[in-house]
């Protein structure tokens, strides 16, 4: 009778300092792009974003009115622009109409992005109705909300008991109230689309899971869906803050900073002071101070948030 002798066969180790995966083959590795892939966008961003930057810079040290050559003046602007008590509460109007657009926005759009994920009846002819606004520029949701709460013909007009005297844009609460409602009501289905994307790439085995555990919708929500949105909270909280900071159609258009300074936003006091004024020095220090200010939030929203440590789509879970 013959006998069959097995022989254990020992694996092959690997190479020095290379690890394999289990289920990746060395052969279908993909290396990194080269340099070569990223000079389009590089030479992109530096011809649109760096060089008009620098020129911003260096015509804030200058006085120029449009016409001729620009002087030198040192440090003038900066010191008129900083002395300037309209610059000063145009900062703080700047801020707080953004964190209004951040407090109002965000839990709105995660609410509805996250039923606009489900498979409710009728969701899809509601999404896309809903999304309307995002075909409207800026000046045209400006002008139509205008022409709503006109205080002579709009709907004030009709419905004195709703909004008293009518005069929306009289005074400085009710005329913030107005822009941060136009902002919502235009801006949200944008961020709404982030969130149900982010929504639907939730892994369908955690909620399998979070059921199995005895969580219902509400503990499934809180637990599994908000976690997974993390990376996404934070990239729409940035694009909020940059948008708050840069709004300038919808304040010319409703309000034109009235009444008074009431609603002059940093964005609107740069155009009053560069092309209305003809100061386009002080207007490039306004410019300078906006992308500064942006630039800042932005990267401190980050850092605390730990979304730049973050690498998988489930490192999200707490």
Known sequence: MRTTTVRAVRPVAAPAGRSERPGHSPALRVGRPGFGWAVPATVFFVLFAVVPLIMVAV???????GLGSPVFVGTDNWSRVFADPVMVKSIWLS?????????IQTPLSILLGVWAAGQQRNRAVLSAIYFLPLLLSSTAVSVLWR????PN????ARAEWLFGDGNLFGGQATAIGVLAFV?????????????????????PVLYQAAEVDGAG?????????????RNSIV????LMVVGGLTTFETVLILTQGGPGTDTTITAFHMYQK???????GAGSVIALVLVAAATLISLVMVRLSGYDKMRGSTEGLS
């Open 153 to 156: 013909f709009g709907m004030p």
């Open 217 to 229: 919708r509400y503990r499934q929500f809180f637990h599994v869906t908000l976690p997974q949105l």
């Open 183 to 203: 902002s919502t009501w235009q801006f949200t289905p944008f961020h709404t689309l982030i969130y149900q994307g982010a929504a639907r790439a939730v892994p």
């Open 274 to 280: 560069a092309f209305k004024g003809f100061d386009f």
């Open 59 to 65: 015509l804030s040290f200058t006085s120029w009115n």
């Open 147 to 150: 022409a709503l709460l006109d």
């Open 235 to 238: 990239t729409s909280s940035v």
């Open 95 to 103: 801020l707080l109409m953004t964190a209004l657009g951040v407090a």
